[in-house]
């Protein structure tokens, strides 16, 4: 099933830009961070987890970016390396910035929070300048995330890159991640985040992501069809709005759309689905399966994750998504 075209003579099949991250997971669960007295350190960031989740699903990748130059920065950069992560264009910051943390908080399985330091962030230190057009140009598919466009000069660089995907014909994907702790404001956002997504040919956003991108426009029912119109009328081929544990439904250029269940998940917790989801479903799409197969692929992909305590070791191999598939089909898992 072709919804985009691939430049199959392109060596990558998947770069994105963004933010690298690290989470601090708390170890002591259900209990509120007050009360958490260690961590996990796991490598984050949504379009960092995203690249790993298509790395270790067997894509060629790479990541454009900035980390900080201390050992956290280190850490990354050596995950990055271990998990065949292409990372020519990860900048070094040297202006003595920091890298975002993420502690999440996990009060019981339903009830997740994360607490970001995003102060002085490398990550939002790249400048359109070190965005690399030779690198995009060799890449089937482009990811941004929306918390890239929420300062300049990252800003910048994420609309010059957008300007190289084009160019270049790379698959452009706009996954929304929006993270309200780092815009000032929603009208800031919904500015930023709309003309980026003009440019776009797929994009997967939460239903209340897309409520905040529609802040210009009437849709007082918060209507799914509504929204997938209106990014018809620009460049997208694919939308993709995701209601947790009640699943999905994507929408296609034809007019087709398909709902996909979500699966049966022991959450242990909630973020990281919208990552995985997104892995998944955007390998399945790069395969040329249909909608309802690269579905099912990312929304097993989330069940995974979120039974898991982090969420970028935890993304899954092509084969442990198809065995939990066949565990669900097959009742084993319920
Ligand atoms: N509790 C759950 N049980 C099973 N599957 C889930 C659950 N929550 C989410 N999912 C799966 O993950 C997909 C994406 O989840 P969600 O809609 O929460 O995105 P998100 O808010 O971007 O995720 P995140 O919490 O990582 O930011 C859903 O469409 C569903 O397939
Ligand atoms: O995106 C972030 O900065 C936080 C992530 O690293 C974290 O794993 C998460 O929230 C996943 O959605």
Redesign the pocket.
Known sequence: MTYVSFSKDKPLDFVAIG?L?I?LNANEINRPMEETMTFTKYV???PA?ITIGMSRLGQKTAFIGKIANDQMGRFIADYLQRNGIGAENVVIDRSGAVT?L?FTEIKSPTDCS?L?YRDNVADLKLTAGEVSEDLIAQAKMFLISGTALAKSPSREAVFQALHYAKKHGAIIVFDL?Y?PYTWTSEEETAVYYNLAAEKCDIILGTREEFDMMEAFEHNPDHNDDVTAARWFDYSAKIVVIKHGKEGSIAYTDDGASHKAKSFPAKVVKT??A??SYASGFLYGIMQGWTLEKSMEFGSASASIVISSHS?SDAMPTINQVLDYIESCNSGKII
């Open positions: 933010r991250c989470d984050g960031g949504s987890n975002g993420a994360i970001m991640d993270r973020f990281g919208g990552d969420c």
